[in-house]
């Protein structure tokens, strides 16, 4: 009878730390995921950027080029 009880206490714990195994695995998924997705919208940030800034050098060079064609 005590045999029993010890087996049910262990399957007991055994249970209780797979669930808290299992909820652990799921906080540090939510934590990469919402990690990749700070990554994802950095570098949509900075191509949006590298992107305006190009179409302002050459908004500029435009610019430049009709000015110098009007002084010619």
Known sequence: MAS?????????QVAA?????????????????QYERVLDDRDRSIAETRASERR????RRAIVRRLVATLR
Do not use: C, K, M, P
């Open 17 to 33: 730390l797979e669930r808290e195994l299992a909820a652990s695995e799921r906080r540090r998924q939510a934590i990469v995921d």
């Open 4 to 12: 029993h009880i010890e087996q049910t206490r262990l399957r007991a």
């Open 56 to 59: 302002s050098d050459e908004g």
